[in-house]
């Protein structure tokens, strides 16, 4: 159920009130029976799940200060990494 702000326009107080969206705005304060006004205010939401903290979406320069900081990666040689074909028979004899 949503919640709405309220303010009166002759005590000043400021109140929550739950409602259903379907029900028509208040129009008397709960304290002094004045007239009130429903405010504009944030709606609440939660962050769940992956990808809402710094580290899940880093901006470009976490990225490249990332990329400095690991170690950097040997790539194997050409001749190391060929690989002589085995040859193996086996033959059967008659």
Known sequence: MPTYEYQCESCHQTYDAFQRITEAPL???KFCSGPVRRLLSP????LKGNGWYVTDYPSESRKKALEA??????TPSPSS????PSSSS?????
């Open 43 to 46: 709606a609440p939401f939660i």
């Open 69 to 74: 900081e690991k170690p950097p990666t040997s």
């Open 90 to 94: 086996s033959g059967s004899s008659s």
């Open 27 to 29: 129009t008397v304060c």
């Open 81 to 84: 990494s060929e690989s002589t």
